[in-house]
T-cell receptor
Framework: DSGVTQTPKHLITATGQRVTLRCSPR?????VYWYQQSLDQGLQFLIQ???????AKGNILERFSAQQFPDLHSELNLSSLELGDSALYFC????????????FGPGTRLLVL | AQKVTQAQTEISVVEKEDVTLDCVYE???????LFWYKQPPSGELVFLIR??????QNEISGRYSWNFQKSTSSFNFTITASQVVDSAVYFC?????????????FGKGTKLSVIP
């Protein structure tokens, strides 16, 4: 157990809908990262937050957004969902967001029908 | 641009055999971190090791060992006396050490199947 929690574990929804994925980092970690794992694209970085502020952006679609709250938990919002958004979404956390190890949560498996 | 290549898509070995998973990386940076993660069938990503570009010492942890060779940009992972529980997808990842780029760049992964 990495200490990173993600809810829900599974999510099934329809095209055009909006969902919110939640992540709680390890105790003491200030930085949260979101990654998407799909069959065709592999593991791709979406976005990073550090202590409530956006720190870095990767291949995140405009339909997707995220935020980190004062208690350091983070939410990833996916809207206008398409079939291709079906994937495993991981949250990871690290102490400061520099070079140290990122520890991953169990992931949220999203299926868009 | 950074790139990680894991040329072996799938490997099958019989239990107790040794197996080496290859990882080749590309980066123009002189300072970086390399990682290995394990993804068992249950789906979570488990951290195995981190190595920085200044430290070319090989590392051994139980049945696991890692060979980092900067000259060939490789960071290979060997499992000795493989066990069925080692069956998983293994990912190699790279991270630039400087400011402005904090994400991990992952390889496509190598699926290891250990047959009893």
């Amino acid at each position: 157990d990495s200490g990173v929690t993600q809810t829900p574990k599974h999510l099934i929804t329809a095209t055009g809908q909006r969902v919110t994925l939640r992540c709680s980092p390890r105790s003491g970690d200030l930085s949260v990262y979101w990654y998407q794992q799909s069959l065709d694209q592999g593991l791709q970085f979406l976005i990073q937050y550090y202590n409530g502020e956006e720190r870095a952006k990767g291949n995140i679609l405009e339909r997707f957004s995220a935020q980190q709250f004062p208690d350091l938990h983070s939410e990833l919002n996916l809207s206008s969902l398409e079939l291709g958004d079906s994937a495993l979404y991981f949250c990871a956390s690290s102490v400061t967001g520099e070079g140290e190890t990122q520890y991953f949560g169990p992931g949220t498996r999203l299926l868009v029908l | 641009a950074q790139k990680v290549t894991q040329a072996q898509t799938e490997i099958s070995v019989v239990e107790k055999e040794d197996v080496t998973l290859d990882c080749v990386y590309e980066t123009r940076d002189t300072t970086y971190y390399l990682f290995w993660y394990k993804q068992p069938p249950s789906g979570e990503l488990v951290f195995l090791i981190r190595r920085n570009s200044f430290d070319e010492q090989n590392e051994i942890s139980g049945r696991y060992s890692w060979n980092f060779q900067k000259s060939t940009s490789s960071f290979n992972f060997t499992i000795t006396a493989s066990q069925v529980v080692d069956s998983a997808v293994y990912f190699c990842a790279l991270r630039f050490l400087g400011a402005g780029s904090y994400q991990l760049t992952f390889g496509k992964g190598t699926k290891l199947s250990v047959i009893p």
